[in-house]
């Protein structure tokens, strides 16, 4: 969940740094993650990492449906 402001006590839903990725940047919690567990990316670019990963891990999905976003889990 992201913070409404710097020392706003609400929250609100996480809406993927909509601001950062209209600049072809990653969300904050991408680029900040310190092990790299968190992907983003294209699904519909089969060259984009998320594609790679997907065609080539054990992969399974909580609550597959029609809901967006999409998360998808990975495991080796």
């Known amino acids: 969940m992201a913070a409404t402001g710097p020392h706003a006590r609400r929250r609100r839903k996480c809406h993927w740094c909509l601001q950062r990725t209209r600049q072809v940047r990653y969300p904050a ?26 065609a080539r891990k054990n992969v399974f999905r909580l609550k597959a449906g029609s809901t967006l976003p999409q998360f998808f889990y990975f495991y080796d």
């Open 29 to 54: 919690c991408v680029e900040v993650c310190p092990v790299g567990a968190r992907k983003f990316g294209a699904l519909l670019d089969p060259e984009s990492e998320v594609s790679l990963i997907l």
